[in-house]
């Protein structure tokens, strides 16, 4: 089993930036595919960004693509999102999450929440004006 530990959540102003970071047990993820999703009150958790470990793919929702960066360190095995242009529609709790992929797998399984089986506990994002 994966742990993942999130650290980085806080508060900012509107076009302000942020960085998270996603702490992951693991030796290695270059079987992994390492995920960051969001949940804001009242509304369904979405895909933000997406990380393929084995290859350096990455992947956006177009609500932030140009904005949010994903990256990795392998040598701590963590995973950041940088988040930068912070706007009214960007707080919500922040997840990180894991998935073990396969090298033949197909189609948009990155942003599929329920093929991710690890999930780190979430981190406040919260952006005032």
């Known amino acids: 089993q994966v742990t993942l530990v999130e650290s980085g959540g806080g508060l900012v102003q509107a076009g302000g930036s942020l960085r998270l970071s996603c702490a992951a047990s693991a030796r290695t993820l270059n079987s992994y595919t390492m995920g960051w999703f969001r949940q804001a009150p009242g509304k369904e958790r979405e895909f933000v960004a997406a990380?393929?470990?084995?290859?350096?793919?990455?992947y956006y929702a177009d609500s932030v693509k140009g904005r949010f960066t994903i990256s990795r360190d392998n040598s701590e095995n963590t995973v950041n999102l940088r988040m930068t242009s912070l706007r009214d529609e960007d707080p919500a709790v922040y997840y990180c999450a894991a998935q073990r992929t396969s090298a033949y797998v197909v189609g948009k399984y990155y942003s599929n929440r329920r093929r991710y089986r690890y999930w780190g506990q979430g981190t406040q994002v919260t952006v005032s004006s």
């Open positions: 990380f393929r470990w084995s290859g350096g793919n990455t």
